[in-house]
């Protein structure tokens, strides 16, 4: 491989340990390259789908390649489902490998890799591909959730920005404590708070747990009735986004029919500016999955605060 082109920008996704992992391993590569550290940014992707893109040299990782994207001295680094081919910009595209393991391997290209390296990019691999038949998946979903309860920004900021630090981090025994009593009991509340938004796809509410894991449980259990089970979450206030979950594959259709996206199996949307209540998030979601046989539109919802801390 070639050198790659000196970023003026660090550009990764903001919400989870493959975006933050990822971004801070380009970010410690570019300055084993050129001596300096280039300035990280994390976008949600609603608002880097709106982003201009202004700069003449960038490094992206764990977003989806666009052919906006597709230009001189641009690297993109991502695991996700795309159409674009690029011609001008340089991608490092696996759909089975973490957007962390692709951004570690160039690391390691480079001479940059460490044993700790090696097994918190194991474990984040792990995590967000969500392998649940290796020995390690809980605590590798115990490291992706300490980004998911404190924060992208407060995480970099608690390790300084050296992904080394993520590994074995204190706050790692608050997180086993919340999976261990959390998860069961929300599980267990969650199983029976399923509503229908179509024959397929049911909406979970939740109140406690990591919900990620709470959606696959419910999906794996032999008297589910839906192949693709959804959770709200409000964001900024003032608007939703669904996270989409599935374990054939069903999940990406449904979140395309949302305008959204992600991988086969994990997916998510954000719903109009427009849909400010959870009613009327249920509503817009059943017109929008029943195109032909909605369903009476008179059931609604006055649980508003049960997603306000639901996990995408």
Request: hydrophobic content about 40%; charged content about 25%.
């Amino acid at each position: 491989m070639g050198l790659l082109p000196k970023p003026e920008i660090i550009i990764t996704h903001d919400g989870d340990l493959d975006g933050l992992l990822s971004g801070m391993l380009l970010q410690k590569l570019s300055a084993t390259l050129y001596g300096e550290e280039v300035r990280l940014l994390a976008y949600q992707t609603h608002a880097w789908h709106s982003r201009c893109l202004r700069e003449s040299s960038a490094w992206v990782s764990d977003l989806a390649f666009e052919e906006r994207m597709d230009r001189i001295n641009w690297v993109v680094v991502d695991h996700h489902i795309t159409t674009a081919k690029p011609t001008k910009a340089r991608l490092v595209h696996d759909l089975g490998k973490s957007a962390c393991l692709l951004a570690y391997e160039l690391c390691r290209e480079h001479g940059l890799e460490s044993e700790t390296l090696d097994r918190l990019v194991h474990l984040a691999n792990v995590g967000d591909l969500f392998l649940q038949d290796d020995p390690e998946f809980e605590l590798a979903n115990d490291h992706g959730t300490l980004v998911k309860t404190y924060g992208f920004w407060n995480m970099y900021s608690l390790v300084n920005g050296d992904p080394e630090k993520l590994l074995d981090h204190p706050l790692l025994e608050v997180m086993r404590v919340k999976r261990e009593v959390e998860d069961p009991m929300g599980l267990n509340w969650s199983r029976q708070n399923i509503q229908q938004i179509s024959p397929k796809v049911g909406l979970v509410k939740t109140v406690v747990g990591n919900s990620n894991v709470i959606l696959h449980r419910l999906l794996g259990e032999s008297d589910s009735s839906h192949r693709v089970l959804l959770t709200l979450n409000r964001i900024g206030g003032n608007q939703f986004m669904v996270s989409l979950r599935s374990s054939d594959g069903e999940a990406l259709p449904v979140a395309k029919q949302l305008q959204g996206g992600g991988h086969p199996n994990a997916a998510g949307a954000a719903l109009p500016k427009s849909v400010q209540r959870v009613a009327d998030a249920v509503e817009y979601l059943k017109k929008a999955l029943n195109p032909i046989d909605q369903e009476d539109s008179s059931a609604k919802l006055n649980t508003e605060s049960l997603f306000e801390n639901v996990e995408i």
